[in-house]
């Protein structure tokens, strides 16, 4: 069984374990509500929980950044074995070896972007645990290849937001350069057997050429 040393997971443990030998104290030992008891009460009913509410959310959002937690499903399994295959030439694992993405590759290629950019992801996420739950839990993995796909095309401002399609190295290659604002406009797709290849190659099956093109 794995455990998280995390900063944030002590702290959290250590504030609630504080906060209930506070309140069972209280409840065995029955002392008078004076000035100091009082205080005591407000640490084990109010600040104490507060400190894990807070710091066991901040922990427990950090935990599903990551692809540990991604792939924790069975259908996300392959996303997640590419993404760590030190020998994988995918988009993925590509990315999972860069350090600026690392172990969050899948969050941080997925996550939307903008003001509300981390709580769409996270409702996002939430649709996902449903439709698990309620749909492919049980489903064999073969079945769950054919079944599971993006809610819609996966969008190049996503790709934009490190490569920017203006740095001068980008376009000094003759693709880049042809396609250039159909790139933009998201009419071709960087992850794409026309472009870099699918992001997970392992969980599709094989498709014409034609699909190198985004729908609308």
């Avoid at 690392?102 to 903008?114: I, P």
């Avoid at 290849?145 to 401002?157: M, T």
Wanted: glycine share 8%; with cysteine.
């Amino acid at each position: 069984m794995h455990f998280d040393h995390s900063p944030l997971t002590l702290l959290a443990l250590g504030c609630a374990a504080a906060s209930a030998i506070i309140l069972v104290g209280y409840l065995v030992l029955r002392p008078r509500l004076g000035a100091v008891t009082k205080v005591w009460l407000a640490f084990g009913l109010g600040v104490l929980p507060l400190v894990t509410a807070f710091a066991g959310n901040v922990q427990g959002f950090e935990a599903t950044k990551k692809r540990e937690f991604c792939g924790s499903c069975h259908v996300m399994i392959p996303h997640a074995s590419d993404s760590d295959d030190p020998a994988s030439t995918s988009l993925s694992s590509r990315h999972a070896r860069n350090k600026f993405f690392g172990e969050v590759n899948c969050y941080a290629c997925h996550a939307d972007y903008g003001m509300f950019g981390t709580v769409i992801t996270k409702l996002g996420g939430m649709r996902h645990v449903w439709l698990y739950y309620s749909e492919y839990r049980d489903t064999p993995l073969d079945e769950a290849k054919k079944a599971i796909h993006l809610l819609r095309p996966y969008p190049n401002d996503n790709c934009m937001q490190c490569h920017s399609t203006h740095a001068a190295l980008w376009d000094r290659q003759p693709d880049h350069k042809s396609s250039l604002e159909d790139v933009r406009a998201g009419r071709v797709s960087c992850a794409s057997a026309g472009c870099h290849g699918y992001a997970h190659p392992n969980f599709r099956p094989p498709e014409p050429a034609a699909h190198a093109e985004l729908r609308p």
